[in-house]
């Protein structure tokens, strides 16, 4: 996790096939793993993701760069965002990309927190 609009984000976001389907696998900086969110495909790059809990949100991939290095993700109300990478650092030309792309889509930037 690059950057997100949520204070509490998950450290590493995995898109992992689980015996429900394809989900998607959160976890902190300690290595602490949430339950899986599982994703059900709803159209080109949309997913309707349930949480743990139960509840569901929205997730759609905004970009996703040529070597599928980095991806944007959000939801249709703007209101959730995370910036993905497979490095924890470097890319500066892709990171700086993905915050225009969520900008271009109408998010709110300057709420985005970045990971150092």
Do not use: H
């Not at 976001?13 to 059900?40: I, K, M, R």
């Not at 995370?82 to 490095?87: E, G, S, V």
């Amino acid at each position: 996790m690059r950057g997100s609009f949520e204070a509490e984000a998950p450290a590493t976001v995995a898109f992992v096939d689980s015996t429900g389907g394809p989900a998607f696998q959160l976890c902190d900086e300690a290595g602490t793993c949430e339950g899986l969110w599982l994703a059900t495909p709803t159209g080109q790059g949309r997913f309707a993701l349930t949480r743990p809990d139960g509840s569901t949100r929205d997730l759609w991939v905004l970009w996703v760069d040529e070597g599928f290095r980095t991806a944007v993700i959000g939801n249709p109300a703007g209101d959730f965002g995370w910036i993905l990478d497979r490095a924890p650092k470097g890319g500066a030309d892709r990171i700086k990309a993905a915050q225009e792309i969520l900008d271009f889509n109408g998010y709110d930037i300057s709420q985005l927190r970045m990971r150092k």
